[in-house]
């Protein structure tokens, strides 16, 4: 029988490629597990497709109507996963390697879609930090804001982690409103095309949204225009082919790119072996060069550790190395599986080789190895390999040579500043970390090594129990790196999202801008008529809604008051003579909580209606000293809504405390909780 065809997803169809397939050998038997091509498609036809139909379908969507689509295809991955292990184990990857991959793939969706639905707006345009206030009277502003870009996101994924590699940058793209063309590796894209088929068969994609081509991607790059992105994942040399392909230049295509990194890890100069830091380095050493067999653009290349413990550090290591089983992944018993393919494995071969003229291999046998089930010859099995670099500082290999595989060098370091300069010599990372219970040490790698390196774990006692370590991008924080490890920055919540954006810097009168934004601006028309704001639902209730209060006097006998019964005695509110010294202070004012009391007590209506909470303040400002005898009043102005749910909304107030002069005394933002 033979291996089955992978498809193309086109147009909203999956199309065979016309002849020319190309065999994906199983990286644990050799076998034929799958046959790929994408020859005979039309490249142009496809980006026209997501141009003129997936865009046009996402961008009628909000950010969160796009949230909960990510939602439910996290949903659907995680009630098929066990469809994808079984297919899983054929890359070479344990159950443990594919649970990164396969349910940190859909976490990443749901982390995405939660991030949507609490950072960003229930809108299609989202804001991009406070208004700017251009003119003297504030008649003419500008404001800065995201929208989608009109293109296509051309995503090319790396072998490692054909589900988790494909999801963490669809994840952004689709929240942006962008549709995508995935282009996974060759060696495991019958994973990918798995992983897409079950979220196709969900039905929540629109059409156009997403396509996937399982082959070469032919004459692609050639109809790409400057409202594309390209998001790349690969090595250093490929990418450099692809930044430079002359429609790349000449259109000013947006280019995303992680590519390869010597990661860093050090042991503190504060760590002896009989620390907890001490240990915890050697088995996040040993994880980091075995899980994936070490195939992980984060996975640690070079161990670095003070001179004096070298040995210790090594015989450690040896140790630990010592009890990883190699073989057929899908065997319980099994640490590590294989490489990805026999040429995979022949390269890091070679790397080693070349790692090997200036350092002494001290643990395994890069051309021998003793596997649990799997074929030893048909398979593409290696045993995890420890070098040794006695002298890194006069050593280049070290810091230049990738082995893409179970492979990490040891080496010393003899000060804090000669640990910062080892690990910076990689020229740019995707991660390093540093294992200390120094917060000064941490201080100083941060402000030596942060320039160099896209992310530093910072590991010890007290974090180690819930870390989530050194090799695990996170959909919160940044995925990417300076230099050798391409200038990207991959996920990092909203700023993942805003690759596939275009930031556009408004200008208009408040109203104006209130009309594009959706969102209230000082200087733009309210509505103060009746029914009282809080009287209306969240469907009900428009931006610029108004009340304005009747004024109230603050009495000394109210601060005192106010003093005793909260218990703030602050000399400002209590002792006239001592708050004149104060250069803040004519003399006794009232207390700022106060002042938020009382102008609540001006603003609110009482009575049971759409207001179900106070969810909070944001941007809170006193900005007028309130003696007693000032009257305050207020101004609360519906500024912006949000949806949570089907039940209530998050609607945020404008609030604007003044006194008898209009002076402004305090100012915020007030968000309550509003029935639907």
């Known amino acids: 029988m033979s291996a089955p065809i992978l498809k193309n997803f086109v147009a909203g169809k999956w199309v065979e490629g016309m002849g020319g397939l190309v065999e994906i050998a199983s990286a644990v038997t050799g076998e034929t597990v799958a046959q790929t091509s994408s020859a005979g498609l039309d490249f142009k036809a496809m980006l026209d497709h997501a141009r003129t139909v997936g865009g046009p379908a996402l961008r009628k969507l909000t950010f969160h109507d796009r949230a909960y689509i990510l939602k439910d295809l996290g949903k659907a991955i995680m009630e098929c996963k066990e469809e994808l292990y079984k297919l899983n184990f054929q890359t070479g990857a344990t159950r443990k390697d594919g649970w990164i991959d396969?349910?940190?793939?859909?976490?990443?969706?749901?982390?995405?879609?939660?991030?949507?639905?609490?950072?960003?707006?229930?809108?299609?345009?989202?804001?991009?930090?406070?208004?700017?206030?251009?003119?003297?009277?504030?008649?003419?502003?500008?404001?800065?804001?995201?929208?989608?870009?009109?293109?296509?996101?051309?995503?090319?994924?790396?072998?490692?982690?054909?589900?988790?590699?494909?999801?963490?940058?669809?994840?952004?793209?689709?929240?942006?409103?962008?549709?995508?063309?995935?282009?996974?590796?060759?060696?495991?894209?019958?994973?990918?095309?798995?992983?897409?088929?079950?979220?196709?068969?969900?039905?929540?994609?629109?059409?156009?949204?997403?396509?996937?081509?399982?082959?070469?991607?032919?004459?692609?790059?050639?109809?790409?225009?400057?409202?594309?992105?390209?998001?790349?994942?690969?090595?250093?040399?490929?990418?450099?082919?692809l930044k430079n392909h002359p429609r790349i230049t000449s259109q000013s295509v947006r280019f995303v790119a992680e590519q390869d990194s010597l990661n860093a890890s050090v042991l503190g100069p504060d760590a002896t072996p009989d620390t907890p830091e001490f240990d915890l380095f050697i088995k996040e050493v040993v994880r980091e060069m075995t899980v994936k067999a070490g195939q992980k653009c984060t996975a640690i290349r070079r161990a670095i550790v003070p001179m004096d413990l070298l040995g210790a550090a090594e015989d450690a290591l040896k140790a630990r190395l010592a009890k990883i089983t190699v073989g057929d992944p899908a065997n319980d018993d099994v640490r590590m599986g294989a490489l990805v393919s026999q040429a995979q494995r022949d390269d890091v071969r070679d790397k080693i080789?070349?790692?090997?003229?200036?350092?002494?291999?001290?643990?395994?046998?890069?051309?021998?190895?003793?596997?649990?089930?799997?074929?030893?010859?048909?398979?593409?099995?290696?045993?995890?390999?420890?070098?040794?670099?006695?002298?890194?500082?006069?050593?280049?290999?070290?810091?230049?040579v990738e082995a893409f595989g179970p492979v990490s060098t040891l080496m010393p370091y003899n000060d804090l500043d000669d640990a910062i300069a080892l690990c910076n010599r990689g020229e740019g990372s995707l991660v390093m970390s540093l294992f200390t219970h120094d917060g000064q040490i941490a201080r100083d790698f941060a402000l030596g090594a942060g320039a160099y390196h896209g992310r530093i774990a910072i590991i010890n006692r007290d974090s180690a129990k819930e870390s989530t370590g050194h090799g695990s991008p996170l959909p919160v924080l940044v995925h990417g790196g300076p230099g050798r490890a391409g200038g990207g920055e991959e996920l990092g919540g909203v700023r993942g999202v805003k690759h596939y954006m275009q930031r556009t810097a408004i200008q208009g009168s408040p109203a104006i801008i209130t009309g594009v934004t959706n969102s209230w601006m000082k200087g733009a028309e309210t509505d103060a008529s009746a029914p009282h704001p809080f009287r209306l639902k969240f469907g009900d209730l428009n931006i610029g809604k108004t009340i304005e209060t009747k004024p109230r006097t603050i009495t000394l006998d109210d601060i005192e008051h106010f003093a005793e019964f909260t218990g703030?005695?602050?000399?400002?509110?209590?002792?006239?003579?001592?708050?004149?010294?104060?250069?803040?202070?004519?003399?006794?004012?009232?207390?700022?909580?106060?002042?938020?009391?009382?102008?609540?007590?001006?603003?609110v209506d009482p009575a049971p209606g759409p207001v179900l909470a106070n969810y909070g303040l944001d941007e809170l400002r006193f900005l007028t000293p309130v003696p007693a005898g000032d009257t305050i009043k207020v101004r609360l102005t519906a500024k912006s809504k949000k949806k949570r749910n089907d039940e209530y909304g998050e609607v945020r107030w404008d609030v604007l405390v003044t006194n008898q002069d209009d002076e402004a005394v305090a100012s915020y933002d007030l968000l309550t909780m509003n029935a639907i």
């Open 102 to 241: 396969i349910e940190g793939g859909a976490g990443t969706l749901f982390a995405m879609s939660s991030t949507g639905r609490r950072h960003l707006p229930d809108d299609k345009i989202f804001m991009d930090g406070p208004a700017e206030q251009i003119s003297r009277e504030g008649s003419f502003m500008g404001q800065h804001i995201y929208t989608p870009r009109h293109g296509v996101a051309v995503h090319i994924n790396a072998f490692n982690f054909p589900v988790w590699g494909m999801l963490e940058k669809l994840a952004p793209t689709l929240l942006a409103g962008v549709p995508a063309i995935v282009k996974p590796a060759t060696n495991t894209a019958y994973l990918a095309e798995a992983a897409l088929r079950i979220m196709v068969e969900t039905g929540r994609l629109p059409d156009g949204a997403v396509q996937l081509i399982v082959g070469s991607v032919g004459d692609l790059f050639d109809h790409l225009t400057g409202q594309d992105t390209v998001s790349f994942t690969g090595s250093a040399q490929t990418a450099s082919k």
């Open 353 to 400: 080789a070349i790692l090997a003229n200036e350092s002494e291999i001290v643990f395994g046998d890069p051309h021998k190895v003793e596997v649990i089930g799997g074929d030893i010859n048909r398979g593409a099995f290696i045993s995890p390999v420890l070098l040794r670099c006695d002298n890194p500082q006069s050593a280049v290999n070290v810091h230049e």
């Open 568 to 603: 703030d005695n602050f000399y400002a509110h209590m002792d006239d003579e001592a708050a004149k010294a104060n250069p803040f202070f004519p003399g006794r004012v009232a207390h700022g909580y106060l002042i938020l009391s009382f102008a609540a007590g001006l603003f």
